[in-house]
Each structure stands twice: as structure tokens, then as C-alpha cells.
């Protein structure tokens, strides 16, 4: 998300009207890379809800052992509006995305079956869908929502900037899903006990 160049309002200098600086750039993440990677969040959306908290960030940033090295060249982690996506990446930014109201999730099977790991872990109940033999009922609650966004949204799009990070040019990130994938399910397997600390069932 790249904004357009801030305009300035005009200044009158030693009696005369100065002209408009219509190419200033602010500080903001989305316009200039940033010496610490800044945590925002947006308006959610209507039908949407953060369960997630710049707080929640913060502390689960801090339960990562390699944040110093994974947070270089990332300017900002986003908590963006709902949408058609639960997360996304993109040049230096990834975003976890606003959830639907509906604490119950009908998902794809196949979706469900890639997941079943991360489901199991936070003890999300799963019934099959009755009106739809191609989906699964989940039962999430806002605690299971906020672990699910923590421990493998975030984690699988840090996956790409890990990835894009980790590459010759660092300008894309070159292995896909399937790494950032790989990436957050190895990542989690060593936080789930320090993640429960902190943030409890």
C-alpha cells in the first residue's frame, strides 16, 4: 500500500506566499524504510474484528529468539482490514487481516486437513459441514482466533519476508507458499510452550 506524496500547506515567507512542497515524503512506513519495524493497526472493516492487539504483537514478537535478525528490512507489521485474505506480505510490510465477526468458521476440507496441525494445537473443535460436503465447521473462539492469527498467519508471513530477506536481491520472495508455509509450521513447533505461557488456552 503505497500513499501518494503529502501536500503542504503554504507558508508566507518575508511577505511572500512560498510555493507548495507537493513531494515531501512523511515518516510513514508506507513511504520510507524504517529503523524499527513499526506495529499499526487499521480500522477493521465492516463485518470484521481484530481479535489481535499492538499489545498481543509486541508480546509475541518478543517470544521470538531470532527477532533482531528477522526483523531486519521489515518496516512494518500490519493489522489490516478484513477481507478476501487472512494475511499478506509485501516489500518490507506483512499484515494479518481482520476476522469475521462469526466466531464460526466453515473452511474448506482441504483447507481444514492442511491445518489440522495448528488446529489440534489450540484444541479448535471441527464437525463436517451438513449442508456442504466440501466444508468443515470450526468452532473458534477469540482466544483460538488470536493463536491462530499469532501462531501461523504471522508466522507464515514472516515466512516470506524471511524468505525475501534471504535471497541474493531481496527484492521478492522467491520460494512461495510452500516456504512460508514449511516456515511457520517449523517456527511454531518451538514457541507452543512459550506461547501458552504467555498467552494461556
Known sequence: M???????GTKVRNGKVARKNRTELSNHYSQVRQDRTVI????PGEGFKHY???ADVRQFIELLPDWQELSEGLDAIILDEGGDCMGWHW?????VCAWERELLADWDNDFVKEHAVILDRL???REPNPDDSRGTWCHFTESTIKGFQLMHILLHELGHHHDRMSTRSQRGSARGESYA???ALKYADSLWESYFRVFGW
Not at 499499526?40 to 480500522?43: I, K, N
Not at 516489500?91 to 499484515?95: E, I, L, N, R, S
Open 123 to 125: 484444541g479448535v473443535p
Open 181 to 183: 508455509e514449511s516456515y
Open 52 to 54: 489481535l492487539t499492538i
Open 2 to 8: 503505497r500513499h501518494a506524496p503529502r501536500k503542504t
Open 40 to 43: 499499526d493497526r487499521l480500522r
Open 91 to 95: 516489500d518490507g510490510t506483512v499484515a
